[in-house]
């Protein structure tokens, strides 16, 4: 049995990091307390403009959601640009959608400016109709997209099945500008990329207390003192202690399962150019070859919860009915990961005290927005400008019945892929 903890990435990651664990105390203009996209992104770009920076990581770099990710560097949130504009307003939508629809491109230009080993691929992701109601649903998307400037095209379901290799899908919405990559290797390489520009990055260094006293920061961990005039929280779906600044949000479980390498012939004829997909189900599901022609399929679940059997039947099934030519492939490496939704699927920051921000609520979309979100809150801090972050901060931000919404898309993942892994 595969540890849902040990990701596929670990083993395939050709960025390092070492970094010890704080044993000192420092002073800093800025500290930052997670090490996945946001609190990297965050570190590189401070340092960068001459900023002291500490970066305080509980575990390894990459431990939370960075490292478990999918690997989809997508343009732009789950939501499409009407609804973003609705929940936002038109002048501050607008400007979301801008900064995030060129997110890809920042990935992009960081990973070739740093050589960060981490596999990119930038042929564009497909978004795969799963039935006719989904199609009709990319066909709104598409028109959106496109009233917004994004170079989107609807594919048939002919031209999609000869993109994806498959016949199971009736068309696809293809976004060029977006990629795959390895993400943990990609989060690594940032966390490389902001030492050598001057940050100082800490390991296996959890912070048990922070406050602020005549208007400097102090984090405490078991190795020593962080003084510092402004912090970032960016601990996502893998926030631990602090609990006076725990984010709050609905943690969602995502599963993936990698095949060995695949021969040369059935690489040939599967996702040939090498694009990011995942399709329009209600409980979805994603899928991509990496570097090595490994075949990477997930779905929505929990592997350490009763229903990690309904989960791994429904994806021997689910992969069957993409790739009859697979039905025989064992699974070598299955993990999961916490992915922390908002209700509205928008990411929050909220103002946790004078000169201190924290940031969640990517739902599933950390990669791209992640980068941005630390690059510009970083800049919001250091030049005191509030109007240089991505969506507005608030002073709180609360979700009802976490636990209980948590237990329903599990239960209703569980149940889900009980039926079809039968029927």
Known sequence: MSDPDHTLWQNTSSEH????????????????????????????HAAQTGASVCLLEAHQIGHGGSGRNVGLVNAGLWLPPDEIRAHLGQIAGDRLIELLGKAPSDVFRLIEEHGIDCEPVRNGTLHCAHSAAGFRDLQTRHRQL???????????????????GSASFHGALLDPRAGTIQPLA?????????????????EQSPVRSMHQVDGVWSLSTQGG????????QATNAYHAGLQESAPDYVPVYYFQYATAPLS????????PSGEGCWDTGLIMTSFRMDQSGRLIIGGMGDLKRPGRMAHVGWLRRKLAELYPQLSDQPFVEGWHGRIAMTSDHIPKITRIGPNALSAHGFSGRGIGPGTVFGRQMAASLLNDDLTELPVSEVSEYHEKWTGLRRAYFETGAALTHLIKARF
Do not use: H, M, W
């Not at 496109?146 to 994806?164: I, K, Y």
């Not at 990609?186 to 800490?202: D, E």
């Not at 003192?225 to 970032?232: C, D, E, G, N």
């Not at 040369?264 to 996702?271: F, G, P, T, V």
């Open 17 to 44: 990091v070492d970094a010890d664990p704080l044993s000192e105390d420092i002073t800093v203009d800025l500290a930052i307390i997670g090490g996945g996209y946001t609190g990297c992104s965050a570190a590189l």
């Open 146 to 164: 496109s009233a917004s400037g994004a170079p989107v095209e609807l594919l048939s379901a002919e031209t999609a099945g000869q993109r994806t």
């Open 186 to 202: 990609y989060v690594r390489g940032l966390a490389r990329a902001a030492i050598a520009a001057g940050a100082q990055v800490f």
């Open 225 to 232: 003192t962080i003084r510092a005039k402004s912090v970032i």
């Open 264 to 271: 040369d012939n059935l690489r040939a004829s599967i996702l």
